[in-house]
């Protein structure tokens, strides 16, 4: 699977910077470098130590191209495992252009997406979870996402199932050896030791599908849905959470007729919120669709804002309004429902009593004023288990891993009630090497031509 090939792509961000990095990989990348590259010191490329850079000038014939700056990593002590410069040139996207041309015509081919880090993968410098987890550290927005992908690149919850996959292996080697034997009444399995290893990977899993539900929601940010009849502040409040005027405020009901999305982070977590039209009946076939949408992003989200206007709850309004929340609550059981009393600031004392006395769980706020915001964010934040990312536990974010994880526990499980039913050793087996396969595709152990080419087009070109 390891082409043989030199490959080159600019590994920094395209367009006009300070400065841009080419990469070249391969076993002539050295090689092709120095060809072109003429050194301040005189001394040739390809006679530079591992690690060391060297100032020069990149030739094209008796042409400069630029001054360059070459890194060189000898194989096998560089991010892929083969021999690796990176040209630190000007950043101007012309001169970047007529290096890679020029490289390109020297003997080098364009990399395709993430074939750097497949090639570190096939070269055994890292498993396929820490290859995914590099992605994701490119991609994380926030110190949530940013501390569970750098986790898992160190090796995370990866080196744990390497280790018990190891063991489960040695196992399955010994029962197998024990079918070979099957006429002599031999064991060469410890079935105590066996049963206490099937506990810890049972543990170890279980806890791994636990965390993805925070993992899950970290890596693409908890919907909120911000959900109220017309004119009770929820764009005035989507405004003061984002600290700028993204949506229009009007006293005009209906203002808002489609779903308005941005996302904010609060202590390391990212929060997408969503301010949806007003809930109201209307013969506006626009604002009919927007209404139709709010209800979508409300099945879409994780955690809803039922706002309501403080000045309007007294007597039936504030019954009302008990029940329009008692029926929301009904039909979403498994969301968190956060009812909101918005304008906080034009309620007297004893409407507040009242307030709070009929709607206990509300929250009463002025999305005006800033009134009762620090109070909701931490109401959101309380909806997020961080106790795992505080103990530095590893946490799954990826739903692929996620999916072996539940195939694997099946797998253990199933060996765990056929070793106790009395089951025959080579039915057990069966299934025993079913939880070896899924716990395989997980670090890379055992994979596919496809599944490497399905993870690594998701990468970015140059990584």
Not at 58 to 74: H, I, N, P, T, Y
Not at 122 to 128: S, W
Not at 285 to 302: C, L, N, S, W, Y
């Amino acid at each position: 699977m390891i082409e043989k090939d030199t490959i080159i792509a600019l590994a920094t961000a395209p367009g006009a910077g300070a400065i841009a990095v080419l990469r070249l990989s391969g076993p002539r990348a050295i090689a092709i470098a120095g060809a072109s590259f003429r050194a301040a010191g005189g001394a040739p490329l390809d006679q530079a130590a591992s690690h060391t850079l060297h100032l020069g000038d990149l030739m094209q014939g008796e042409r400069v191209l630029d001054q360059v700056l070459a890194s060189v990593f000898r194989a096998p002590r560089s991010y892929t495992g083969e021999d690796v410069v990176e040209i630190s040139c000007h950043g101007s996207p012309y001169i970047q252009q007529q290096i890679l041309q020029h490289f390109l015509s020297g003997g080098c081919r364009m990399a395709k997406a993430g074939e750097f880090t497949l090639r570190a993968f096939l070269h055994g410098k890292m498993d396929l979870s820490q290859a995914e987890a590099v992605a994701d550290l490119i991609a994380s927005e926030n110190e949530a996402s940013h501390q569970i992908a750098l986790m898992q690149m160190r090796g995370g919850y990866s080196s744990e199932i390497h280790h018990l996959r190891q063991q489960l292996l040695n196992f399955a080697s010994l029962i197998a050896l024990e079918l070979d034997f099957s006429g002599e009444d031999v064991e060469f399995a410890d079935r105590a030791q066996f049963e206490q290893l099937l506990d810890q990977l049972s543990q170890l899993l279980k806890r791994l599908l636990d965390s993805f539900a925070l993992g899950n929601v970290i890596k693409k940010g908890i919907p909120v849905a911000i959900a109220g009849q017309p004119n009770v502040g929820k764009s005035t409040l989507l405004n003061a959470l984002l600290r700028e005027e993204k949506a229009i405020v009007s006293d005009v009901a209906g203002t808002t007729r489609d779903a308005i999305e941005d996302e904010i982070v609060l202590q390391g977590i990212g929060f997408r919120f969503i301010d949806t039209a007003g809930i109201r009946d209307t013969t506006d076939t626009v604002e009919t669709i927007g209404i139709q949408r709010t209800f979508e992003k409300m099945e879409q989200a994780r955690v809803i804002l039922f706002m309501l206007d403080g000045t309007l709850l007294q007597g039936g309004a504030l019954a009302e309004a008990r029940g329009a929340l008692k029926d929301l609550q009904a039909q979403h059981p498994q969301k968190q429902v956060v009812p909101l009393v918005n304008k906080a600031d034009r309620v007297d004392a004893s409407q507040e009593r009242e307030i709070r006395e009929a709607l206990p769980q509300a929250l009463l706020i002025s999305a005006k004023t800033g009134k009762g915001l620090e109070a909701l964010e931490q109401t959101l934040l309380g909806f997020v288990n961080r106790g795992l990312l505080e103990s530095r536990d590893p946490v799954v974010s990826n739903a692929r891993h996620y999916e072996a994880l539940q195939k694997a526990l099946e797998s253990v499980e199933r060996v765990r009630e056929g070793m106790e039913a009395g089951v025959p050793t080579d039915l057990v087996s069966i299934d025993i090497n079913q939880a070896l396969f899924h716990l395989g595709e997980i670090t890379g152990e055992i994979s596919t031509d496809d599944l490497l080419g399905n993870i690594f087009s998701n990468f970015c070109i140059g990584k």
